[in-house]
Every structure is written in C-alpha cells, then in structure tokens.
C-alpha cells in the first residue's frame, strides 16, 4: 500500500475520502478473492482517475544510480530580458539541492559525477484580474527553460535527463494606486524561482 501513498491529494481533489482510496486499493490487491465484480470495476476506474491526474507507482520511475555523488549546478544562460532572474533561480536551486541532500553539490565541472545546465527561454508577465476602472490587479508569472541533467564522468557525456520546455508559474496581486508594484513584481521572481528550483529537484530524482 506504500507504493500509493502520493494518490490522496489526487483523490481528495476528485471528492475521494481516505476511506475511498483504502477501499479502492484492498480490492486492487486482493481483487482475486473479492466476488463483488462491481467493486473491482469501480475500483479500477478510481485508479485510472489517479493516473490521470499524472500519480504513479512510487518505484516504477528512473531514479538517479547510486554511484552518482556529487553534482555542478552550472548558471542556467538568460535568453529574456530579466537580467537577474538567472541569479534568483541559481540561487534557488543551490538551496533546494542542498535541503534534498541526495547530491553533494561541488564548486567544479571537473569534480562532478554530473551536471545540471539550463536555458531560460522565456519569462512573461500576463494581466490575469482588472479592478472596476479596468486597471489590472492581479499578474501572472510564467517561466520556461529548456534543462538538462548531464553525466560527465566518461569520456562522453551522456544525458540522464531532459525537459526541453520545463515550466512553472505564479501569480500576485498589486495595488494599481500603490507605489510599490517593482517590489511585488520582485517578491513574485523569488517565489516562482523557489517554486522552479522545488519542482524541477523532484523532477530530476523522480525521472518526470
């Protein structure tokens, strides 16, 4: 039953109790002893909901080899004109690496077993919400970049993993009367760099 442990936030979305998944999971492992064939049915198709949320077997994904220690989280290149975005994501990504602790990270391309590159493509920032004078109140920040896990310690380097187009966004109000909407925009670049970095650790180490 471990191995589904990560499908209740999906079931509680879709309206599902504890008590549903515990039910749906029984029948799936002991479905051979279970002669009510509605329930298997129903069973199967609450399953089936769970995978379509994007959960799966926990195990069942390429995790990283053992023998891979140490990664170089190189500085991701900035292809948009947010100068600085580049330097909150390394930032980010330094710390969230550091919290996982299941690579030591190193200060080298030459110490490593592997290393991480990226390159930011895109960052856009939308109106989402207007306030009465059609003055927008609420942003949305979008980011895209394409990023790879490299394993350099052969003589040629192979790529372990690979998101062409990884993405992650927030949003944040403002007050269009106020005078600090830079400093909102600012405190929204951090968030959507902790919520990257966050995201694209799990997605590594996970093999999404």
């Not at 979305?13 to 009510?36: F, P």
């Not at 995978?51 to 990664?71: K, M, Q, R």
């Not at 920032?125 to 920040?141: H, K, L, T």
């Not at 927030?170 to 951090?190: C, G, I, K």
């Amino acid at each position: 039953m471990n191995a589904w442990r990560r499908s209740a936030g999906c079931a509680k979305r879709h309206g599902r109790s504890n008590d549903d998944v515990d039910q749906a999971l029984s029948v799936l492992c002991y479905g051979s002893l279970v002669k009510n064939r509605t329930l298997i049915v129903a069973a199967l198709s609450f399953t089936l909901a769970l995978w379509a949320c994007g959960y799966h077997l926990v195990g069942t994904t390429s995790f990283l080899p053992d023998d891979i220690e140490n990664l170089y989280v190189e500085s991701f290149q900035n292809q948009t004109k947010w100068v600085d975005m580049d330097q909150r994501l390394m930032e980010a990504l330094t710390l969230e690496w550091v919290r996982r602790g299941r690579l030591r990270l190193v200060d080298s391309r030459a110490k490593a077993d592997v290393v991480l590159t990226g390159v930011i493509q895109r960052l856009a920032v939308i109106p989402v919400s207007y306030d009465d004078q059609g003055r927008a109140n609420e942003y949305q920040m979008n980011m895209q970049a394409m990023v790879q896990l490299v394993d350099v310690r052969g003589d040629d380097e192979a790529v372990l993993w690979e998101d062409k187009a990884f993405a992650r966004r927030t949003s944040y109000l403002v007050d269009p009367n106020a005078v600090n909407y830079f400093d909102r925009q600012n405190l929204a670049m951090d968030d959507l760099s902790r919520e990257f970095a966050s995201a694209l650790v799990t997605a590594v180490l996970e093999g999404f």
